[in-house]
Each structure stands twice: as C-alpha cells, then as structure tokens.
C-alpha cells in the first residue's frame, strides 16, 4: 500500500514538471524576438533584419518624432546609427551607469536582444 502511494507520489510530480516543460515551450513563441536557448549572433549583424525590427518593437513608439522623447528621434538608419555609435543606444538598453534605462517603464530588453546589438555597434553600425 505505502509503495502504491510513493507511486502515486512521483506521477503527480511527473505531471507537473511536463505541464511546466510545456509552459516555458509556449513562451519562447510568445517572444519571437528571444529566440530561446539559441541566440545567433554569427557574422556579420543586419541592420534590416535583425536591429530595426527590435528597435521597432521596444523604442520607436516613444522616439520617432521629432524632438522625441528625451529629443531621441530614432527609427531610421541615420538616427539609430548616431546613438549606436555615441554609446547612447547600448547604455540605455544594458542599464548601465550613466545613461537612462530603456525602454522606459517596460521590461529590460532580453539578452539576445542585447547582443545582437551590441554586436551590430561594434561591427561599425552598418546600413546592411
Ligand atoms: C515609453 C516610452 C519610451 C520607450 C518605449 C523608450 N524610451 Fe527612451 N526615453 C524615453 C523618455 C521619456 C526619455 C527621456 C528620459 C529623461 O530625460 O529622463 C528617453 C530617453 C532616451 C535616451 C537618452 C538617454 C540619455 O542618457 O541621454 C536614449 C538613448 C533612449 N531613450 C533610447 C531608447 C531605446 C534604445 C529604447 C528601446 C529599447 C527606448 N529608448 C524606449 C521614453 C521611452
């Protein structure tokens, strides 16, 4: 009887570990930007396909206008490509000491997110 309640015991766990496995699954699909435990920073970075449409989706709401917010005027190329290059771009977004934290009010940008700037700045800020 006690053998069968150990059984017991170790399905409920089971179950709740695949339930949870599941759960993680779902929100790497939730966020398309994170590509999960794979994070492809290999060779050249892309402006187009891979910086703008982060930028895009986490800063240009606050920065397009002109005289945007904190007089940032993100969203295109040239834009982006000064505060890339002046460090403004990755302080912000890596909450580093001496820059305002970025996105404002919203959720620290994922790390390979992070990196996949990063490695566009260091690779010279390309129109690629
Ligand atoms: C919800 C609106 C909002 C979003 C989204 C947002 N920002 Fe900002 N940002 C601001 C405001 C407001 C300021 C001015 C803050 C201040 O002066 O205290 C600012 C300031 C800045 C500055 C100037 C910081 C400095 O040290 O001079 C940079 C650079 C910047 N944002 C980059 C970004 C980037 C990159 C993103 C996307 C990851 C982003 N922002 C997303 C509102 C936003």
Redesign the pocket.
């Known amino acids: 009887m006690k053998k069968k309640n150990i059984l017991y015991l170790l399905l409920i766990f089971g179950t709740v570990l695949f339930i949870n496995a599941c759960y993680y699954d779902k929100a790497d699909l939730l966020y398309p930007t994170n590509t999960g435990a794979v994070c492809d920073t290999a060779g050249v970075m892309s402006y187009s396909l891979r910086v703008k449409p982060i930028?895009q989706a986490?800063?240009y709401?606050?920065?397009t206008a002109t005289g945007g917010?904190?007089n940032?005027n993100m969203s295109s190329y040239a834009n982006d490509k000064i505060?890339g290059l002046n460090g403004?771009?990755y302080g912000?977004?890596s909450h580093a000491s001496g820059?305002?934290a970025?996105?404002?009010?919203?959720n620290t940008?994922s790390s390979c997110d992070q990196a996949v700037i990063k490695k566009w700045i260091t690779g010279g800020c390309l129109n690629n």
């Open positions: 930028l986490q800063c709401s606050c920065h917010s904190g940032i505060i403004k771009l912000s977004i820059f305002i970025m996105p404002q009010g919203g940008m």
